[in-house]
């Protein structure tokens, strides 16, 4: 097992995107993650990002550039991604700002948390919400 010390994170979402380029911009501007990385292919496709959110980074690139994870996921459906947030209902107004498409408003969860879902552009489930898990030292 690798040693991922040094406060990185151990788990990264990856997705693919017929419109990479707009899922970067939608990810950034309505749902406030950070650009890292973005390579381009001649192209002009993304063939690899990474997008940042408090400690964890989601990566993402553009369907059809080839390569054998582009291949394994060409008949994949749309995917669902968790992030946990701070302030849920600032996070909320910021995505229904840029015109995010709501799946469900912020609610108050049984379990403690808080939570909110938005679908992106081409509809890969997002929820954001307080709820996150610890992993036992």
């Given at each position: 097992?690798?040693?991922?010390?040094?406060?990185?994170?151990?788990?990264?979402?990856?997705?693919?995107?017929?419109?990479?380029?707009?899922?970067?911009?939608?990810?950034?501007?309505?749902?406030?993650?950070?650009?890292?990385?973005?390579?381009e292919?001649?192209?002009?496709?993304?063939?690899?990002?990474?997008?940042?959110?408090?400690?964890?980074?989601?990566?993402?690139?553009?369907?059809?550039?080839?390569?054998?994870?582009?291949?394994a996921?060409?008949?994949?459906?749309?995917?669902?991604?968790?992030?946990?947030?701070?302030?849920?209902?600032?996070?909320?107004?910021?995505?229904?700002?840029?015109?995010?498409?709501?799946?469900m408003?912020?609610?108050?969860?049984?379990?403690?948390?808080?939570?909110?879902?938005?679908?992106?552009?081409?509809?890969?489930?997002?929820?954001?919400?307080?709820?996150?898990?610890?992993?036992?030292?």
């Open positions: 097992m690798a040693d991922m010390s040094g406060g990185r994170p151990s788990v990264f979402p990856t997705l693919l995107y017929a419109d990479a380029k707009a899922a970067i911009r939608q990810l950034t501007e309505a749902f406030g993650f950070t650009e890292l990385a973005a390579y292919g001649e192209d002009g496709s993304v063939v690899h990002a990474e997008l940042a959110q408090g400690n964890g980074v989601v990566m993402l690139g553009s369907k059809g550039h080839g390569g054998v994870f582009d291949s996921m060409k008949d994949a459906g749309t995917t669902a991604v968790y992030v946990a947030v701070t302030d849920v209902d600032a996070h909320h107004r910021r995505a229904v700002e840029h015109g995010a498409e709501i799946l408003p912020p609610t108050d969860q049984d379990y403690g948390s808080r939570d909110y879902m938005a679908r992106d552009l081409e509809g890969n489930v997002w929820s954001f919400g307080t709820y996150a898990p610890e992993i036992p030292g």
